[in-house]
C-alpha cells in the first residue's frame, strides 16, 4: 500500500507542483494570476488550503483526493510540508497559508466576495474588522449557513443567494467545520 509520493517538479508558469499526492501552487504571485485570469475568462474554480489534516486525508480517502485533484489551485497552509520538502528533497518551499491569502485578497481591495458559514457573531465580527481594511467590505453579504447534515442543506437557495450577488469570490467556512 503507497501512502504517498513526493515528486520533485521544476516550478514553472503552467504547472504546479506535486507532492504527497496534492498539486500544490507555492508562488503568491501564480495565485493572483490564476485567480484573475479565471474571472476575466468568466470561468469558475475553487482554491483549497491544504494543512496537516487535508494532506493526511488525501492519503487515505480517493474521493477526498478527487476533490482537491479538481481546485483551480491548492495552497500550502501546513508548515510541515516545507520542512518535509526541505528534508526529503532538498526542495525549499514557502508556505502560503490560508489566513495569508485572505489577508491578501482583502488588501487587494478588488474582488466582491461573499462569506457564507460560521455564526452571525462571528460574521458580524468579521465584517467590522474587514471593514477598517477594505470599507467596501461593509456592503457584501455575509450569510450563515445552518449547521445540519449536508442532504439537509436547502442548496438552490443558497444558489440563489450567490447568483443574485455575483462575486468573484466566496469564502466558505470561517468558523463552520461541518460546511468544509
Not at 466582491?112 to 458559514?117: E, T, Y
Not at 462575486?167 to 463552520?176: F, M, T, Y
Request: glycine share 8%; with cysteine; proline share 4%.
Amino acid at each position: 500500500m503507497k501512502f504517498w509520493k513526493a515528486t520533485a517538479l521544476p516550478m514553472n508558469e503552467n504547472r504546479m507542483e506535486t507532492y504527497f499526492s496534492i498539486r500544490y501552487e507555492f508562488d503568491r504571485e501564480r495565485v493572483f494570476q490564476r485567480m484573475d485570469g479565471v474571472l476575466r475568462s468568466g470561468g469558475k474554480g475553487y482554491i483549497c488550503v491544504a494543512d496537516g489534516h487535508v494532506l493526511s486525508e488525501v492519503q487515505r480517502n480517493r474521493e477526498y483526493r478527487k476533490v482537491l485533484g479538481g481546485a483551480l489551485l491548492t495552497i500550502c497552509d501546513s508548515g510541515w510540508v516545507p520542512v518535509y520538502l526541505k528534508w526529503l528533497l532538498h526542495a525549499d518551499r514557502p508556505q502560503y497559508c490560508g489566513a495569508q491569502i485572505f489577508h491578501d485578497v482583502i488588501a487587494m481591495k478588488k474582488y466582491r466576495m461573499m462569506f457564507l458559514g460560521g455564526t452571525r457573531d462571528t460574521l458580524d465580527a468579521l465584517r467590522r474588522t474587514l471593514v477598517r481594511e477594505d470599507p467596501r467590505v461593509g456592503y457584501m453579504p455575509f450569510e450563515e449557513l445552518p449547521f445540519c447534515a449536508a442532504d439537509e442543506f436547502d442548496y438552490g437557495a443558497i444558489a440563489a443567494r450567490i447568483n443574485e450577488y455575483l462575486p468573484d469570490i466566496i469564502w466558505i467556512s470561517l468558523g463552520a467545520p461541518k460546511q468544509e
